[in-house]
């Protein structure tokens, strides 16, 4: 009796991870504070619409680049994900590093982004009550940068972790919420870049 009951306990001792609790909680208040800056950006751009008071603004190519930058490394953290799980673990670190590569380049080209948006003339804080649009696209895309730098850090523990052989298929936890939180920003990004892009 007991012998059957024992691979349950040990699945809902998993399903209970304090490390994986913290990681969806954390995951669902971002999304409600990205839901909020979403929704304040709406109320203010029919507002301004309606008052003729709202800059259009075309987003700079950096961001197009960008999208396409954190979807391949969603595809190399998963590849790392399923090597540990093969416990192929000399690929997990190579893989890993492909993720911290394609996240730095994305992390730049959001930088080159901002910068030419203020090329443009358009500022965090600007002087027009309609460029408060550009304000919005600073808030949405930079709060979003910073949950990317975090993950960041997150992936070179991952790495750490990796390269001194303590990934492995009987030991999956921690990269596991590596790999769901990087998932998570990817699909965050590709949601907010399709918001900001449509809306404007």
């Known amino acids: 009796m007991n012998s059957i009951n024992t691979p349950a306990i040990n699945a809902e001792k998993k399903q209970l991870n304090p490390k994986t609790f913290v990681v969806w909680l954390f995951i669902v208040a971002s999304t409600m504070l990205f839901l909020a800056f979403s929704s304040a950006y709406w109320v203010h751009r029919q507002d301004g619409i309606g008052n003729n008071a709202w800059v259009m603004i075309k987003l700079p190519w950096h961001f197009w680049l960008s999208s396409a930058f954190i979807i391949l490394s969603s595809f190399t953290m998963e590849a790392a994900y399923r090597n540990a799980k093969k416990d192929d673990v000399f690929k997990v670190p190579a893989y890993i590093s492909f993720t911290i590569l394609l996240a730095g380049a994305f992390s730049l080209l959001q930088i080159l982004g901002f910068q030419q948006l203020m090329n443009m003339g358009y500022f965090f804080?600007?002087?027009?009550?309609?460029?408060?649009?550009?304000?919005?696209?600073?808030?949405?895309?930079?709060?979003?940068?910073?949950?990317?730098?975090?993950?960041?850090?997150?992936?070179?523990?991952?790495?750490?972790?990796?390269?001194?052989?303590?990934?492995?298929?009987?030991?999956l936890v921690f990269i596991n919420i590596c790999k769901t939180y990087w998932h998570f920003l990817g699909i965050l990004w590709i949601f907010l870049f399709l918001f900001l892009y449509f809306a404007n």
């Open 125 to 171: 804080s600007n002087k027009m009550p309609g460029e408060i649009s550009v304000s919005f696209i600073y808030v949405i895309a930079g709060v979003h940068l910073l949950h990317i730098l975090g993950g960041i850090i997150l992936l070179l523990v991952t790495l750490s972790k990796a390269v001194n052989l303590k990934i492995h298929r009987k030991e």
